[in-house]
Structures are given as structure tokens and as C-alpha cells.
């Protein structure tokens, strides 16, 4: 086996048990990541230097093809209700099998860390099929220095092999793609799908599931600083706007996606950005759009033109999921260390396609537990075939694919933090305004930064607020340099009595939604649901 690059020799790739390999590549940087994946096919070269690749028929995460090992460990910890179980047979043979598929083949290896507070991360080695794969987890996480390398040692173990095809029969899964996880000995196993994203959450996925032990809250978020005590923290599901309305060129970047709340602070998981590309703007978003053009950056599915290579970011034909993975330096504004004191604020993010919910509105300890556990979006008509209407979607904790244990664990944890440190928490809907989507239009992004800008500088503290009908949360009304009827929704539609009825049935859905988490809360959380309104 010949090894190149920089690495550890007493763990090298056959302490984990492979044997008969190509070829391991160690720690290898963007230039000859490159050339590896453009001299294999894997990808393609794009305009302004980013490394384009498609992921073949899987243009987003698998939640269904993922699996836990069920053993002492997990028995009565993890959130099975959630989460798909294969025995530990089941996963010894699927691990045999991943290291026989192996053999003979060139791998990738990259040695990084998940966190950057020392005292709460993982170091997390990743072997990978594809050049552009290892690039990608490269970008996504933090890279030790080149002198650490030498005495790292893993911690986790994730192995991607996009050509494996799991055998249901044999390997206790659901189809050719699996995605098993066994907390015991700290393995994560990828096959059968090219989707990158993958690696990246199955890190996410184990913290998850370790730092809650510590104290330790893990969120699906994104967050920025104006100093080390102004953090504001953004929960939100894919498409709500947290890569967005993170990058604010006043504000210094930590993250975009995962992050942890210690007893000393937020700190972010990862060191990159995996921001949506679908019609990216270069006047809306010019900071992600300029990581574009930059030479490291990774393009999932995003087309290029034939002849100039220029990314066709409009173009949805193959994924409306097109996505840039860069590191986190590519934006200027970005914190170095990853790391700041408590948030001060938190912002809950929601695209409510029903068009009911205001663009903001402030929450008490109680609510934000409340909204927090239901974590709702709303799919519109278009993003997945026989999606004609809205379609209410509740991921709790803004993130339940990616939560092993049960959301009340998450729950209580954030708020015992709200409480000690006095956070601010606001919900703010990036959705649509003046009818449901299709009759409406998509909340002004001006708006909802002027009132992001009110709620993080404190000003919105001082506004008049009154109580919304339905959901019973405070609502400004009026905030300088807002159009006073945006803040209140019914007067945005022309038909009143729809408005009314469509908010009903979402007063509904939440309801029925919660019934789920009625016995893991207080009496509290229970009084912030909103009125039922179709039973009064």
C-alpha cells in the first residue's frame, strides 16, 4: 500500500482494518485534490476556478437509508421513534463488507476536528472514495495544523464509498444506499450514494448524540457576532435563510449550520459553509456569491454553460438543491477562532408558505421552548412532485433527521440556557405575505434584515407590541422604516375570511404536531400553543 501525504504511521489505515489497498492519499490540499478528480471524471473544471460535481441520482441526504446501531449503548438513549435500528450482526457484516469492497482501491483520508473548542470537539478522520469528496469534508470541517498531524489520532471514523451497494437482507437496511452509524465504536458507514452532505451530518449526528451528556447544547443553526458578547443565533430548516441572514457584512460570521452552547459560549462545529446555490445573486448575497469564483470551492449539481463553464445558478432542471461547500476563510468577514461568548439573541426561522405567520414576532422562554420543539417550515408546490398546495412541515428541534436522542433532551437544555442567560428570542418568517404561496409574494429580504437589524441592536425591545389572535406571541406595531400593514398578515390579504380560515387549519397543525411532546413539558410550554381556534 503506498501512502502519500501527511499523517500519523502508528494509525495508519490498517489500524482501522483495511487491507490490500491501492493507495491511501493523507491530508492532500485543494491543488491535488484537483487534479485527482479532474484526471478520474469526477468532476469538471468551473468558470472563475470552482471544482463542479454532480452526485448522480441522490441530490440530497438519505434520512430514510439511515441506520443506528441498537446496543447497550444506544438502547435507552437514543429517540427510536426517529431513528432507524440495525443490530450489532447486522452492522460487523456490513462493516466486513465495506473493507472487502475496498480492496484494491486508491482512497482518500482526511484527519480534522468537529468543533473548535478544544474541551468539546472530535477528531474525525473521513476515507473517502472520491477526490472531490475528500475536498469537500476538507472545506466543511477544521484542518489541524500540519504539525498536529504527526500524533493525531482518530476519534471517529466515517468511511464514504459511493460505489458500495448494502444488501437489505444482509445488512438489515432498507435499499443499495445505507447510512449506519454505531456510537459504541464510533464508526459511520456511507454507501451507495455521492450525496457529500452525508459525511458532513453524520458528524453533526454523533455530536449530537455525545455533548448533551456534557452540558453541551448542539444546534442546527447558524450564528454571527457583533462583539464577543453580542451573539445572535439563527434555527432554521433548509431554505428558511440561515446561511442568508447569517452573512451580514456588519457582523462577523461564526458558522452556517451547526453549532454547540457550552458553559463558556457558542462555538461553531464545522470550518466551512455549505450554502444553497439556487438563484444565488450576486446583489443579494455577494459574499457566498464571490465564493463562487474562487478556486477551492466545491459546486454540488449546479449547471454550467458548454461553452463558458459559467455556473447557471437559475437553473433548477436537476435539483432545486444546488449547493457551493468553501471554506469558512472564503467569507471576509468570518471569525478565525469559531468560537464567542452567549447569544444574546435567538432567531427561529420559518418560510411559512400558508402566508399567516408575521415577519416577527418576540417569544417568551416558554414559547421559544414551544417552537423550538415543533420546528416549522412549509414546503411549497414544485419542490417535490405532488405538491400541489403548502404543505406543513414540522422537524423539532429544526433539525430531527440529524437528532439521535429525544427532542426534550435538546429542549430542556436550550432552555435552562435562554433562562440563566437572559436571551432575547424572536420568530421570524421568510416566508410569504399577502396569501399563501402561489397567490402571495415571498417576504421582502429588506424587511426582514431591517427588522433582524431592530430585533440584534435592541431597539425592537422598545417597540409597542400587541398580541397575535391565533398564535399568542408578541408582534411589534410598528417599526421605523417597515410598512406598518406587513406586520400585521391579515391586512396584507385581500380575502379576510381565507386568511382566517388559513389560519385555523395552521393553528390546527400545530397542535396535532405537539401532541407528541405534551408529556416531556410544563404546564408553561403547553399554555404557548396557539388557540384552537377551529374548536372554538
Request: hydrophobic letters at 40%.
Amino acid at each position: 500500500m503506498d501512502n502519500i501525504g501527511h499523517y500519523n504511521a502508528a494509525h495508519g489505515a490498517d489500524t482501522f482494518g483495511f487491507r490490500k489497498l491501492k493507495s491511501v492519499c493523507w491530508n492532500l490540499e485543494a491543488p491535488r485534490l484537483y487534479e485527482d478528480a479532474l484526471k478520474s471524471g469526477e468532476a469538471v473544471l468551473a468558470k472563475g476556478g470552482a471544482l463542479r460535481a454532480d452526485t448522480g441520482i441522490h441530490t440530497g441526504r438519505s434520512p430514510k437509508d439511515k441506520f443506528v446501531v441498537r446496543d447497550a449503548t444506544t438502547e435507552g438513549s437514543v429517540w427510536w421513534e426517529n431513528n432507524g435500528s440495525i443490530t450489532t450482526a447486522q452492522f460487523e457484516a456490513l462493516l466486513a463488507d465495506f473493507l472487502s469492497h475496498a480492496e484494491g482501491k486508491a482512497l482518500y483520508a482526511q484527519d480534522l476536528y468537529g468543533g473548535a473548542d478544544p474541551a468539546h470537539r472530535v477528531k474525525a478522520r473521513v476515507f473517502t472514495e472520491y477526490a472531490w469528496h475528500s475536498l469537500f469534508i476538507r472545506n466543511l470541517l477544521i484542518r489541524p495544523e500540519l504539525e498536529e498531524l504527526a500524533s493525531y489520532v482518530p476519534e471517529l471514523t466515517i468511511v464514504d464509498l459511493p460505489s458500495f451497494k448494502a444488501d437489505p437482507a444482509r445488512h438489515g437496511c432498507r435499499s443499495e444506499t445505507v447510512i449506519a452509524i454505531d456510537f459504541t465504536r464510533k464508526i459511520v458507514l456511507i454507501g451507495g450514494t455521492s450525496y457529500a452532505g452525508e459525511m458532513k451530518k453524520s458528524v453533526f449526528t454523533y455530536l449530537n448524540f455525545t455533548l448533551p451528556g456534557a452540558g453541551v447544547m448542539p444546534m442546527h443553526c447558524s450564528a454571527n457576532a457583533a462583539s464577543e458578547n453580542d451573539v445572535a443565533v439563527f434555527f432554521g430548516l433548509s431554505g428558511t435563510g440561515k446561511t442568508t441572514l447569517s452573512a451580514d457584512p456588519s457582523r462577523t460570521l461564526l458558522g452556517d449550520d451547526e453549532h454547540g452552547w457550552s458553559g463558556k459560549g457558542v462555538f461553531n462545529f464545522e470550518g466551512g459553509c455549505y450554502a444553497k446555490t439556487i438563484r444565488l445573486s450576486r446583489d443579494a448575497e455577494p459574499e457566498i456569491y464571490a465564493t463562487t469564483e474562487r478556486f477551492g470551492t466545491v459546486l454540488e449539481n449546479v449547471t454550467l454553460d458548454p461553452i463558458s463553464r459559467a455556473p447557471d445558478f437559475d437553473d433548477g432542471s436537476k435539483t432545486e438543491n444546488t449547493r457551493c461547500a468553501y471554506p469558512l476563510h472564503f467569507i471576509p468577514n468570518a471569525s478565525a477562532t469559531g468560537r464567542a461568548g452567549h447569544p444574546k439573541n435567538i432567531v427561529m426561522l420559518t418560510c411559512d408558505a400558508f402566508g399567516v405567520l408575521p415577519p416577527i414576532a418576540k417569544l417568551t422562554g416558554a414559547e421559544a421552548m414551544y417552537h423550538f420543539l415543533s420546528g416549522y417550515t412549509a414546503k411549497v408546490a414544485g419542490t417535490e412532485k405532488g405538491v400541489k398546495d403548502p404543505e406543513a412541515t414540522f422537524s423539532t428541534c429544526f433539525g430531527a433527521p440529524f437528532m439521535p436522542r429525544h427532542p426534550s433532551v435538546y429542549g430542556n437544555l436550550l432552555r435552562d440556557l435562554i433562562a440563566k442567560h437572559h436571551v432575547d428570542c424572536w420568530l421570524v418568517n421568510t416566508g410569504w405575505t399577502g396569501g399563501k404561496y402561489g397567490v402571495g409574494r415571498r417576504m421582502p429580504i429588506r424587511v426582514t434584515r431591517r427588522l433582524l437589524s431592530a430585533a440584534l441592536d435592541g431597539s425592537l425591545n422598545r417597540a409597542d407590541f400587541r398580541r397575535d389572535p391565533y398564535f399568542g406571541f408578541a408582534v411589534p406595531t410598528s417599526v421605523p422604516g417597515v410598512e406598518p400593514h406587513i406586520l400585521y398578515p391579515v391586512k396584507t390579504w385581500q380575502d379576510k375570511a381565507e386568511f382566517s380560515e388559513t389560519a385555523k387549519r395552521l393553528v390546527a397543525m400545530f397542535r396535532e404536531n405537539f401532541k407528541r411532546f405534551e408529556s416531556h413539558v410544563d404546564d408553561a410550554v403547553k399554555a404557548a400553543a396557539p388557540v384552537n381556534s377551529l374548536a372554538a
